[in-house]
């Protein structure tokens, strides 16, 4: 897992509050990932950024905001989140340009009272 | 002894039996398929792929089979020991493309 980290690995927030997700990646990769994962449902693809630019937005609410300063990190911001939104939200890396594996970090375990 | 059958959430393992987890796909043009193992509080972690031009491919205790005529993907995992003991997913992804698309996931348990 020390490929792509991801901090913090728990997170909780409240409805109002602002938080932000990172993750970096030392692969040198450059395409990255987030996925949301809720319990009994399979990995959502939320974002994707390749070459540091976003390349998909999977319908994600505007509440979740990705920033990919460079092709090692990666930002989630949050804010004014609903409680439904409360999951493991995991990064991933790749290479871009190819079908290829990808790599995750551990996860961040986000709750929203 | 082995464990296998269509695709199950759950599955029961003796230690040291073999196991074999199961896995359909719907989309016939997906050309790669990754096998992913995440244990309880870790991320998805990368077991095995296989490429559409293949059948079978053989790791470390571990074998996926791909059946492209009925979109069937399985990995079978030999001599089952207690670190096996996971969520394992299988994932699809059409060439050149970047989205994975993961299955449901089944639970392995492995019994002492």
């Known amino acids: 897992e020390t490929g792509v980290t991801q901090t913090p690995r728990h997170l909780v927030m409240g409805m109002t509050n602002k938080k932000s997700l990172k993750c970096e990646q030392h692969?040198?990769?450059?395409?990255m990932y987030w996925y949301k994962q809720s319990a009994k449902k399979p990995l959502e693809l939320m974002f994707v950024?390749?070459?540091?630019?976003?390349?998909e937005n999977n319908s994600v609410p505007s509440r979740f905001s990705p920033e990919c300063p460079n092709s090692s990190h990666l930002f989630l911001h949050l804010h004014t989140l609903q409680p439904e939104d409360s999951a493991l939200y995991l990064c991933a890396s790749s290479r871009a340009g190819e079908s290829d594996t990808q790599y995750f970090g551990p996860g961040t375990r986000l709750t929203v009272l | 002894g082995e464990s296998v059958g269509l695709h199950l959430p759950t599955l029961s393992v003796q230690e040291g039996d073999n196991s074999i987890i199961n896995c359909a796909y719907s989309?016939?043009?997906?050309?790669?398929f990754i096998w992913y193992k995440q244990e309880s509080g870790k991320g998805p972690q990368f077991i095995i792929d296989i490429r559409s031009n293949m059948d079978k491919r053989q790791g470390q205790r571990v074998t996926v089979l791909l059946n492209k005529t009925v979109k069937h993907l399985s990995l079978q995992i030999a001599a089952t020991q207690p670190g096996d003991s996971a969520v394992y997913f299988c994932a699809e992804m059409g060439s050149n493309d970047y989205k994975l698309s993961f299955g449901a996931g089944t639970t392995v348990t492995v019994r002492a």
């Open positions: 950024y390749s070459l540091e630019e976003r390349v």
């Open positions: 692969l040198g990769h450059n395409a």
């Open positions: 989309n016939s043009a997906s050309d790669y």
